[in-house]
């Protein structure tokens, strides 16, 4: 499914959802990304995986708050969510001095702006079908 194309070009985007889905997204993936660094490689695997969650739910919870425009919702949650995971990534290794790996975080970062935006499309999704459940379990009642 698409995002609707009928919403106005010159409405202003829903901060409010955007700021929850990325903060959200933060304090799932933000922990992984530290653990990471001391973790043998399938436990790192497993943490990236955890990393890719996150930002796939701050983008549920943005597209999910937001009426029109979830997508962007999602994909904006998930790239405000990149930007503070980059900084810490870039942070961590630097101050242990690390090698900071710049191919692996440009795939990350790009990796979870695509969460984001899945994230968001099943977020819109599950609020769309309850609307539904509720709009028809409330005709048959006077």
Request: aromatic share 6%.
């Amino acid at each position: 499914m698409t995002e609707p194309s009928s919403a106005p070009t010159g409405e202003g985007l829903d901060w409010h959802s955007i700021g929850i889905g990325a903060l959200v997204a933060l304090v799932i993936v933000i922990p992984c990304a530290y653990a990471i660094h001391g973790a043998s490689p399938g436990q790192a695997g497993i943490l990236f995986l955890g990393v890719l969650i996150g930002f796939g739910v701050g983008g549920a919870i943005a597209g999910r708050n937001s009426r029109d425009r979830y997508l962007t919702h999602g994909a904006v949650a998930g790239a405000l969510s990149v930007a503070v995971y980059l900084v810490v990534a870039l942070g961590v290794p630097a101050a242990t001095d690390d090698v900071i790996r710049i191919p692996a975080l440009v795939f990350t970062a790009l990796l979870g702006a695509c969460c984001g935006m899945l994230g968001a499309n099943l977020g819109a999704w599950r609020r769309r079908s309850r609307e539904d459940a509720d709009a028809g379990g409330s005709e048959g009642t006077p």
